[in-house]
């Protein structure tokens, strides 16, 4: 059968359309909007209007390439932004009336529990998925999990808490992330963290990118590319004392993701130094893929 998965992250909207065949996914098409939820959550916790009104029309658009691409089924989820909204429930409802789709908000343990099931192959590894209102770090081998958590600490929300102009600036927020992860970290290091880490997201991707000098679509060099730390903080550094509009310019970045990525490699960086992990690989997977499994391939 052939089904779709449509994701309402806090930073982006994406969709996987993929058939199910063999017990095995094979991807049919994927798409993406950058639509920003958990930039417009307001002062008490509630999505805007406008907001609202946007995601029903790319839901809604969202929907239709994947009937018109032989979805026969056609799953909706939300993550950090939407399960962090006081009026999450209206913002389901007013999807529902506007799509005929019904949200499954997932908790944080099961947001981290699809991006593992999406990134990671039969060995024991260690995940990292950094979005834009929270990161999930998860430890496991198939379906069992052995650690799986998800922080308070995403790329937008940082952004939106402390601005970064300046390499110092981009340092501070790394240790703003290490206070967030500090309550985790004496957890983790006692699970014996493993050697294999795969790392989900934005991030990533434009890390593996702009390490190679190479666009931000060229997914065949990037899904796989073992990043280092040094890389890691090279590309924070770089950037953090690069202009905006400059930044935007750069072939290896997305021009949606120049103002929030810096906060995602801060994020990056402070988690590979407290959990010492040396190298990463960089996955072009995630909880789109383990929500597609976790539905039929169990």
């Given at each position: 059968m052939r089904a779709a998965a449509i994701g309402i992250g806090s930073n982006s909207?994406?969709?996987?359309?993929?058939?199910?065949?063999?017990?095995?996914l094979h991807r049919v098409l994927r798409d993406r909007e950058g639509l920003r939820v958990f930039a417009a959550l307001d002062d008490h916790g509630d999505?805007?209007?406008?907001?609202?009104?946007?995601?029903?029309?790319?839901?809604?658009?969202?929907?239709?390439?994947?009937?018109?691409?032989?979805?026969?089924?056609?799953?909706?989820?939300?993550?950090?932004?939407?399960?962090?909204?006081?009026?999450?429930?209206?913002?389901a409802e007013w999807l529902y009336a506007a799509t005929g789709l019904r949200l499954t908000i997932c908790t944080g343990e099961t947001e981290a529990k699809l991006s593992f099931l999406g990134a990671t192959g039969p060995e024991r590894s260690g995940m990292i998925d950094i979005g834009g209102g929270s990161t999930e770090i998860v430890i496991g081998q198939g379906e069992t999990l052995e650690y799986a958590e998800s922080l308070q600490m995403g790329a937008v929300r940082l952004f939106r808490a402390m601005?970064?102009?300046?390499v110092k600036e981009a340092h501070a927020v790394v240790r703003r992330a290490g206070e967030t992860l500090s309550a985790e970290k004496t957890k983790i290091v006692a699970l014996h963290t493993?050697?294999?880490?795969?790392?989900?997201?934005?991030t990533f991707t434009t890390a593996a990118a702009l390490s190679q000098n190479i666009p931000w679509d060229d997914r065949k060099r990037i899904h796989g590319?073992?990043?280092?730390?040094?890389?890691?903080?090279a590309v924070m550094e770089r950037l953090a004392a690069m202009p905006?509009?400059?930044?935007?310019?750069?072939?290896?970045?997305?021009?949606?993701?120049?103002?929030?990525?810096?906060?995602?490699?801060?994020?990056?960086?402070c988690v590979m130094e407290e959990l010492s992990i040396g190298t990463i690989a960089?996955?072009?997977?995630?909880?789109?893929?383990?929500?597609?499994?976790?539905?039929?391939?169990?």
């Open positions: 909207l994406r969709m996987l359309v993929a058939d199910v065949k063999d017990a095995q999505i805007a209007e406008a907001m609202i009104a946007q995601a029903c029309r790319s839901v809604g658009a969202m929907a239709r390439r994947a009937r018109d691409n032989g979805a026969q089924t056609i799953h909706l989820f939300a993550t950090s932004a939407v399960r962090d909204a006081r009026n999450q429930q209206a913002f601005p970064i102009r300046t493993p050697d294999n880490w795969v790392g989900v997201g934005g590319y073992p990043i280092t730390l040094e890389q890691v903080t905006l509009p400059q930044r935007m310019k750069l072939p290896g970045l997305q021009p949606q993701r120049a103002d929030i990525i810096v906060h995602g490699l801060a994020i990056l960086k960089v996955s072009e997977y995630g909880n789109l893929e383990g929500f597609l499994k976790w539905k039929y391939l169990r």
